[in-house]
C-alpha cells in the first residue's frame, strides 16, 4: 500500500505519541500478594490471592484476584477514596472480607466449569444434545509463574493443574494471564483489547488437556459466571456489536459485551467485554485464529465452596453463566492443536469503544487532505492567474 519506510516511519511516531500520552495515567496503582495472610504456605507459590488498588480522583476500584480455592477469581469493589479492606485467613484460604467502609458497588467474575463435549456433528459449538461432561475448577491446584508488580502495571501468570484425586487429565494445563495498567491501552497481543485502569485483561489458555475417553470430537467451553448485586436484580444485558473497523483485530467485526444493570442505566456497574475469536497457538496470528460462540445466558447459583461465596455471603447477589465454546466445522477438533487460549476484560464503567488510531487518521487525513490541497491549490491557481491577466488587460486598455 505505501512504501514500507513511511508506514514504519508514522508508526514509530505514533508510538512515541502514544507512550507519552500514557504517561498520564488515569488512576494511582499498587498490589499486594496475600495480605495479611501469616501462613507459612502463604509464602509459597501455590496460595495467590492479589488486592489491587486503583485509586482514582473520586473514588478507589479494588480489584481481588484469588486461587486459593481453585476457581478463578476477580472481584471488583468500588469504595471512596480511604476505605481500607482486611482479610482474614484460615490457613491458606480467606475467611472473611472486612471493609472500614461499606463499597459503593460490587460485582465478580469466576470461571467454575470447563465443559468437554463431544462435537458429533462437527458445527463448531456446544448444542444440548451433544455428550458433555462439565470439570469443576475446585479441584484445581495453581502455581504461580510470573509475578509483576509496580506502579506502572499488576500483571500476575498462574498454571492449573488437577488435583491428584480429581479428573484423569494429568499432562496438561490451564495458563491464566491477569494485566492491569493505570491508564487506556491495546493490549500487546491479538486479539488487542482495549483495557483501562478500570479494567483487567485476562487470558485463558488450554493446554494440552488430552481429551476424555470415547470422545473423539472434542471441544472445550468455558462456563463463566458473572454475580452481581445491582438493586432490584435484572438480568445481565448480553450484547453483540458490529465494530468500526478490523485494523485491531484482522477479520474479526464483531465485539461481545455483558454488562450487569447498572453498567447500562448508569455506567456505574461491571462489565466483561471479548471478540468472538480464540485461538489454538501461542503465536497468535489470523491462521491460528477461530471463532468463539456463546450460548443463551443461564441462571446459577455461586459455587458453595468459593471465595465469592464467602464475599457475597448474607449479601443480594445473583449469578448468571455464559457459555463460550471454540472451534468451528472441519478443524479438526481440540485435538489438532491441543492448545486454545481466550482473551477477554471485566471491568468496571462503560465498555470501550474502539477509536480509529492515530495512523488510520494521518492516513485518513492524508487520503482527504491531498485531493483537497490540490483543489484548492488549483483554485488559487486559476483566480490568481485570472488577476493576473485581467490585470494586464487593464493595462493593456489603458
Ligand atoms: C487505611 O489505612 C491507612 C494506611 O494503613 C491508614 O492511614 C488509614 O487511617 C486507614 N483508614 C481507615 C478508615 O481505617
Ligand atoms: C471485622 O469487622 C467486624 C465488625 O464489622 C469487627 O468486629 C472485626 O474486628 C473486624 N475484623 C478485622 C480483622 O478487622
Ligand atoms: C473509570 O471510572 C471512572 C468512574 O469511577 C470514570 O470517571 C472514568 O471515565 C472511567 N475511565 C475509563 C477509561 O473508562
Ligand atoms: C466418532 O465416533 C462416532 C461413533 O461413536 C463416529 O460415528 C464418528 O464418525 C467418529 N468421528 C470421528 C471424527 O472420528
Ligand atoms: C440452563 O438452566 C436450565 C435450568 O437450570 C438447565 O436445564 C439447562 O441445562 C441450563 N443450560 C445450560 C446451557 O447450562
Ligand atoms: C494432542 O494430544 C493428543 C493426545 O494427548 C495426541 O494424540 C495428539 O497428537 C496431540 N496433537 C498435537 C498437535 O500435538
Known amino acids: 500500500m505505501f ?53 482514582g480522583s473520586h473514588d478507589t476500584v479494588h480489584q481481588i484476584w484469588d486461587f486459593t480455592k481453585g476457581i478463578p477469581t476477580v472481584i471488583f469493589a468500588i469504595t471512596g477514596m480511604a476505605a481500607n479492606l482486611s482479610i482474614g485467613w484460615h490457613g491458606s484460604q480467606p475467611d472473611r472480607f472486612n471493609w472500614t467502609e461499606k463499597p459503593k458497588y460490587s460485582f465478580a467474575v469466576i470461571f467454575d466449569k470447563l465443559y468437554e463435549y463431544n462435537d458429533l456433528k462437527d458445527v463448531g459449538y456446544m448444542t444440548p444434545d451433544a455428550p458433555q461432561h462439565s470439570y469443576s475448577l475446585e479441584d484445581m491446584e495453581w502455581s504461580r509463574t510470573h509475578v509483576l508488580f509496580s506502579d506502572e502495571e499488576a500483571e500476575l501468570e498462574l498454571k492449573g493443574r488437577w488435583g491428584r484425586h480429581s479428573e484423569p487429565r494429568k499432562d496438561g494445563f ?18 488487542h483489547l482495549v483495557h483501562s485502569a478500570n479494567s483487567t485483561l485476562l487470558d485463558l489458555a488450554l493446554v494440552g488437556l488430552g481429551t476424555r475417553p470415547g470422545y473423539n470430537s472434542s471441544r472445550f467451553a468455558w462456563s463463566t459466571t458473572v454475580i452481581s448485586t445491582d438493586a432490584g436484580a435484572p438480568s445481565l444485558d448480553l450484547t453483540t456489536r458490529r465494530s468500526l473497523d ?88 481440540y485435538a489438532k492443536s ?4 481466550w482473551s477477554l476484560t471485566v471491568g468496571y464503567g462503560v465498555p470501550p469503544v474502539e ?44
Open 355 to 398: 477509536g480509529f488510531s492515530l495512523f488510520v487518521i494521518i492516513i485518513i487525513s492524508i487520503g482527504l487532505g491531498v485531493p483537497v490541497l490540490l483543489a484548492l491549490s488549483g483554485i488559487v491557481y486559476v483566480i490568481a492567474r485570472r488577476r493576473r491577466n485581467g490585470a494586464r488587460r487593464f493595462d493593456n486598455e489603458d
Open 338 to 341: 491441543n492448545y486454545t487460549a
Open 3 to 55: 512504501p514500507l519506510s513511511i508506514r514504519t516511519c508514522v508508526q514509530t511516531l505514533v508510538i512515541v505519541a502514544l507512550f507519552s500520552l500514557s504517561l498520564a495515567f488515569d488512576r494511582k496503582i499498587s498490589s499486594e500478594l496475600n495480605p495479611g495472610c501469616e501462613s507459612e504456605k502463604c509464602s509459597s507459590d501455590s496460595t495467590t490471592l492479589v488486592h489491587v488498588q486503583a485509586i
Open 246 to 333: 478490523d485494523e485491531h483485530t484482522p477479520g474479526v467485526f464483531e465485539i461481545v459485551e455483558l454488562r450487569t444493570a447498572e453498567s447500562v442505566s448508569r455506567g456505574a456497574g461491571g462489565f466483561l467485554q471479548y471478540r468472538p475469536v480464540a485461538y489454538t497457538s501461542r503465536g497468535r496470528g489470523v491462521a491460528s485464529s477461530t471463532p468463539a460462540h456463546h450460548a443463551p445466558l443461564n441462571t446459577t447459583s455461586i459455587p458453595a465452596h468459593s471465595t465469592a461465596s464467602i464475599y457475597y455471603d448474607g449479601k443480594m447477589a445473583r449469578a448468571q453463566a455464559l457459555v463460550v465454546s471454540f472451534g468451528e466445522p472441519a478443524d479438526g477438533f
Open 174 to 191: 490451564i495458563g491464566v494471564k491477569l494485566d492491569m495498567l493505570p491508564y487506556t491501552d491495546y493490549a500487546l497481543d491479538l486479539p
